[in-house]
């Protein structure tokens, strides 16, 4: 079983930063690919951005240039920068890790862009 921790969400105002982190602990196997996703109220969960065990990245169009990725394999902990925050960046975030076909979820941190 895998256990996914995150920490880091709140309110800020549009143009300002947050960082998000999660840490994995468990049964946790390379390769894997961990992440995090976002669900905004009445919209479907989407994609925010990935990175596998080699370090590769993979962002949603709306994100990219404002929002970094980044993970410490020595901790299973990834790190979501998100900087230049818009009103549509609300949502609950959630950190995501796949590995060998099983998806696994956290509890999610909820983001909040408003002045």
């Known amino acids: 079983q895998v256990q996914l921790v995150e920490s880091g969400g709140g309110l800020v105002q549009p143009g300002g930063s947050l960082r998000l982190s999660c840490a994995a602990s468990g049964s946790i196997f390379r390769p894997n690919t961990m992440g995090w996703y976002r669900q905004a109220p009445g919209k479907e969960r989407e994609l925010v951005a990935t990175?596998?065990?080699?370090?590769?990245?993979n962002y949603a169009d709306s994100v990219k240039g404002r929002f970094s990725l980044s993970r410490d394999y020595a901790r299973n902990s990834v790190y979501l920068q998100m900087n230049s925050l818009k009103p549509e960046d609300t949502a609950a975030y959630y950190c995501?890790?796949?590995?060998?076909?099983?998806?696994?979820w956290g509890q999610g941190t909820q983001v909040t862009v408003s002045s």
């Open positions: 995501t890790l796949e590995q060998y076909g099983s998806n696994y």
């Open positions: 990175i596998n065990s080699f370090g590769t990245t």
